[in-house]
């Protein structure tokens, strides 16, 4: 009976749904990866690749901070109407301001790369991936706790491009087209959520002021510049990739990289369980949550470091398998990136799990912004210098420096 009524609380359901999207969101990449690496090839792969880095960087400009900044708005608007279709429009139309600027931004790109023009027109295509994103109402459907409409229309979404990807694109020729249904998904799943909301919330356009804007913005402007950062912390290798070498380069990087990333997301959903888990066991007292950390540390880093031994034992046949030939001539790549997931899982204990765990936000948050410098600076000395050897050890090299800087931090914690 007990069980029935558990399911039956929608912070439960609503968690279902999240972690239902994101096994889709999982799943879906290892069956489409495998098949347009080898129809692209290394090249046209990495045009694409270097298009959806900047889009990615975009992305965070759009998105803002209202994941965070409007969900809060629509807890606290006791599901009022009126009050919900102007928290809508004030974030649908500041979103549009932060698309034009981005667009302009493009346009300078544009003029600037001319004389590579695919390049150009594959960004210019994936321009459209923006439009969805203002119309994303991931936020509203969060602050009313209605997860399953963010989930639906996700996968409804995907799978159409998906199956549409599959269809249409059989040569390297389709690169243009690849970019065009990659990026029509978020706008297929933006139009959907605003017919979802407009029918269960009667939400709608209304009249607003810049001051409502302004008030948006300003809200949203810590969690942006911590989005930012997090991205700049993920993207700058593939940025200097592309800036200091050949688009073969970029494609084998992006593939190969896209095998610790997904292992990442492995481990996501672990950490998100032993977060409130650590945070409990430090209100007892810093011995308890630093004993509870160990204790989960012991067990979870030797998983992935033994995952990671036996990948990179398996690299070339794992790299061909996944990719094909062309990728697997840079096959020891995947090593060091392998090893950086390791530390970074191993940071997240003495970051995330220990800091913030026990309330010390200002810390990790000046640890991490340290972390970022570095790895800016990392990257684009070895980028620069070792190409695509570089690219690979710099976020290995950037990962120990931020666990240093974390362990200090937290002996720092241990003698007081």
Not at 201 to 208: T, Y
Request: charged share 15%; net charge positive; with cysteine.
């Amino acid at each position: 009976m007990d069980i029935m009524n558990l399911l039956k609380k929608k912070a439960v359901k609503n968690g279902a749904w999240l972690y239902l999207l994101q096994f889709f969101n999982t799943v879906v990449p290892l069956l489409t990866l495998p098949y347009i690496t080898r129809i692209l090839g290394v090249k046209q792969y990495g045009i694409f690749s270097i298009a959806i880095n900047i889009i990615g960087y975009y992305q965070v400009v759009v998105e803002y901070g209202f994941a965070m900044s409007a969900t809060r708005k629509v807890v606290l608007s006791d599901k009022n109407a009126d009050l919900l279709s102007k928290i809508f429009s004030a974030v649908f139309f500041s979103r549009c301001i932060l698309f034009t600027l981005c667009f302009f931004i493009t346009a300078g790109y544009v003029l600037l790369n001319r004389n590579n023009l695919s390049q150009c027109l594959c960004l210019l295509i994936m321009m459209i991936t923006l439009l969805g994103n203002c119309f994303q109402l991931n936020w509203l459907f969060q602050g009313m706790q209605q997860m399953r409409y963010i989930t639906i229309v996700s996968m409804v979404s995907r799978t159409i491009t998906v199956v549409l990807t599959f269809m249409l694109v059989k040569s390297a020729d389709d690169l243009y087209l690849y970019c065009l249904l990659y990026s029509i998904s978020p706008v297929i799943s933006g139009l959907l959520g605003i017919v979802f909301a407009k029918k269960c919330f009667h939400i709608h356009f209304v009249r607003i002021q810049l001051r409502d804007i302004w008030e948006e913005m300003k809200n949203g402007w810590y969690v942006f510049t911590t989005q930012l950062s997090s991205k700049v912390f993920g993207a700058i290798g593939i940025t200097f990739l592309g800036i200091f070498s050949s688009n073969e380069q970029v494609g084998i990087y992006s593939a190969i990289q896209k095998i610790p990333n997904i292992l990442m997301l492995a481990w996501n959903p672990i950490t998100q369980v032993l977060y409130p888990l650590s945070s409990q066991k430090f209100q007892e007292s810093f011995k308890s949550g630093e004993k509870f950390v160990n204790k989960s540390k012991r067990i979870f880093v030797p998983i992935f470091l033994a995952i990671a031994i036996v990948c990179s034992l398996m690299s070339k046949i794992v790299i061909r398998i996944a990719f094909g030939e062309e990728y697997s001539t840079r096959f020891y790549w995947i090593i060091p990136l392998l090893l950086w997931m390791v530390v970074a899982i191993y940071n997240n204990f003495t970051g995330i799990q220990t800091l913030l765990a026990d309330g010390h936000d200002r810390e990790y948050s000046k640890c991490f912004q340290i972390g970022v410098l570095v790895t800016i600076t990392l990257n684009f000395i070895l980028v620069y210098f070792l190409k695509g050897d570089g690219a690979c050890l710099a976020p290995l090299l950037s990962e120990v420096v931020l666990g240093i800087i974390l362990k200090r931090e937290v002996n720092k914690l241990n003698r007081i």
